[in-house]
């Protein structure tokens, strides 16, 4: 591990300490709320880290959905305790909030990265990586957006919303393992290569960080709701920027310093696949688990959640298949993130 990794790593394991001792210490709700938030953010990093590590000894797509799937980690934590506190408004929107973080803000912030390092200024990708991350994000957020607006119309059908909504968690999560086994079994075995941590260091950091983010989630949705209170923000805007920023973005910041760095096909790819499977995985996987909690999630979502969802499995599809990223689509995707973030905060 590089020094400032090791740094890095340290500078997290004491803020999350703090941030415990915020929490039973009983300090002041928003200056636990304070430290948590970035605590969150950096168990989230260290788990990418990890990851990356653990998935050198598989084959690159194995990598990528080792990366996906324990990269929300700490997201998924966030929202399973909201859920048992009854925030149904904040664990919802942070789950639709993390699409919209990493398909907007993230690939946004990719492609300008990428395409203002070119000389050319375009960022030039091969968009088979893309292509198959692009159709399974349209065909499950199409499923979302037909449910939702369903639930929504206030007919007969909306008396039976949670029964809809946990049938179509079961068929996306069918779509869902039909694209993942042959996209895995396709990969090859990488080439050997000495790792930059250790296996056993990579698993130990990996489980660490994941007990640690279990334990700062559950203080951050503590801190959360009298944080809200007295910030004066909706629990809309809670969800869709600070959890969703705080538990998923920061971690899939990996792709624009990936981008920055000229790796243009891994950078698309890393965050395709994890708008992907943020879609067809983690937002059908949470609906059943929330059955469990007291508070159930559903599909039943915001007008302007469907509408927004709709255009972005669009946009995502449109910017990428072509295999070019212009500054103007990154900066326009950034744009479209902070209205909706700017619409959120006065729900």
């Known amino acids: ?6 740094v890095a790593v340290a500078a997290v394991v004491a803020l999350a300490a703090i941030a415990g001792a915020a929490h039973y210490a009983h300090w002041t709700a928003l200056l636990a709320f304070a430290l948590a ?17 653990v ?22 934590f966030v929202v399973v305790f909201a859920l048992r506190a009854g925030e149904r408004a904040v664990a919802q929107s942070a789950i639709v909030g993390s699409l919209f973080a990493t398909a907007l803000l993230v690939l946004g912030l990719v492609i300008l990265a990428g395409s203002l390092r070119s000389s050319e200024r375009v960022m030039r990708f091969d968009p088979k990586v893309a292509r198959d991350a692009s159709t399974l994000l349209l065909a499950c957020v199409f499923i979302i957006v037909i449910v939702g607006l369903s639930l929504s119309s206030g007919h007969g059908v909306s008396h039976h919303v ?20 042959p996209y895995v079994r396709r990969g090859e075995a990488p080439a050997a290569g000495e790792p930059r941590i250790a296996l056993a260091s990579a698993l130990a950091l990996l489980v660490l960080a994941g007990v640690g983010a279990g334990f700062v989630s559950d203080w951050f949705v503590d801190a959360l709701k009298p944080s809200i209170h007295s910030l004066h923000i909706s629990p809309a805007f809670a969800g869709l920027v600070i959890v969703a920023i705080a538990g998923n973005a920061v971690e899939q910041g990996v792709g624009v310093v990936l981008a920055a760095r000229g790796k243009a096909d891994l950078a698309i790819t890393v965050v395709v696949n994890s708008v992907a499977q943020i879609a067809a995985f983690l937002f059908p996987a949470l609906v059943l688990i929330s059955f469990a909690t007291g508070t159930a999630l559903t599909f039943a979502l915001s007008p302007i959640y469907i509408g927004a969802l709709a255009v972005t499995a669009i946009v995502v599809w449109q910017v990428t298949d072509d295999g070019e990223g212009h500054p103007y689509e990154g900066w326009a995707l950034v744009a479209t993130y902070a209205v909706l973030a700017i619409i959120t905060l006065y729900e």
């Open 1 to 6: 591990m590089r020094t400032f990794e090791r």
């Open 37 to 53: 938030t970035p605590a969150l953010a950096g168990l989230a990093w260290i788990v990418s880290v990890a990851t990356e590590n």
């Open 55 to 76: 998935g050198e000894c598989v084959s690159p797509p194995a990598t990528g959905l080792l990366q996906a799937t324990l990269g929300n980690l700490p997201e998924l």
């Open 162 to 181: 949670k029964l809809i909504s946990a049938i179509a968690a079961v068929l996306l999560l069918t779509v869902y393992v039909a694209w993942v086994v």
